[in-house]
């Protein structure tokens, strides 16, 4: 942790800090995002900051809606593709989220 938080990560210093939550994006396209369709569906595809890829489900029923995966250094369009069918495997048709276990 030290390479990363130089404060050893003392929650003290932000105390605001809530780990594992990710800022909200609205699906905008960026200079380092991309577009990819999967089966009908369209996905923003941007790197996280973290060594992952934030996907963000665009023509999905749910604005802003998404997934993240990590970590996706170099993965081609193809693994990019699977990681995309994946998730829509899961996602629950009646309500366009995620299905409960």
């Given at each position: 942790?030290?390479?990363?938080y130089?404060?050893?990560g003392?929650?003290?210093?932000?105390?605001?800090?809530?780990?594992?939550?990710?800022?909200?994006?609205?699906?905008?396209?960026?200079a380092?995002?991309?577009?990819?369709e999967v089966?009908g569906?369209?996905?923003?595809?941007?790197?996280?900051?973290?060594?992952?890829?934030?996907?963000?489900?665009?023509?999905g029923?749910?604005?802003?809606?998404?997934?993240g995966?990590?970590?996706?250094?170099?993965l081609?369009?193809?693994?990019?593709?699977?990681?995309?069918?994946?998730?829509?495997?899961?996602?629950?048709?009646?309500?366009?989220?995620l299905?409960?276990?």
């Amino acid at each position: 942790m030290k390479a990363i938080y130089s404060d050893d990560g003392d929650p003290a210093v932000d105390p605001g800090a809530v780990p594992g939550l990710r800022p909200v994006t609205d699906g905008a396209t960026d200079a380092t995002s991309r577009t990819l369709e999967v089966d009908g569906e369209t996905f923003v595809l941007r790197p996280n900051g973290l060594g992952g890829t934030d996907y963000a489900w665009l023509s999905g029923p749910n604005p802003g809606y998404g997934f993240g995966v990590g970590p996706t250094a170099d993965l081609s369009a193809d693994e990019h593709t699977k990681n995309i069918r994946d998730f829509l495997d899961t996602v629950d048709p009646s309500t366009g989220y995620l299905a409960d276990d």
